[in-house]
């Protein structure tokens, strides 16, 4: 059998089953973390950790140049000066959506 998903509404789930589950069938349910299944299932295990740190070592380190350096901080405060140009626009539309 296959696992169905339910969602919460007013202290009672709401889901759809697959029509060939017949009446009477047992099933269990545990909430989902935003990660997944609450409580996870333990500790990695040894092959686990083995290809989680192969697959870290594969992994090259971010080096910016001093021109890349320089380019996102000329676009870091452009942003934030276009935002503080903005904001009373923003504050506003905000604010008629309240309404």
Do not use: S, Y
């Not at 059998?1 to 047992?26: C, F, H, S, Y």
């Not at 040894?46 to 989680?52: A, K, L, Q």
């Amino acid at each position: 059998m296959n696992a169905i998903k339910a969602t919460v509404q007013g202290g009672r789930l709401e889901l759809q089953v697959p029509p060939d589950w017949p009446d009477g069938t047992a099933v269990e349910i545990h909430p989902l973390g935003p990660g997944g299944p609450a409580g996870d299932d333990g500790p990695m295990t040894p092959d686990e950790i083995v290809c989680t740190l192969a697959a870290m070592d594969k992994v090259e380190p971010l080096t910016l140049t001093g021109a890349e350096r320089t380019a996102i901080e000329a676009d870091r405060q452009a942003r934030k000066e276009w935002e503080k140009a903005h904001f009373d626009e923003h504050a506003d539309k905000l604010r008629r959506n309240w309404r």
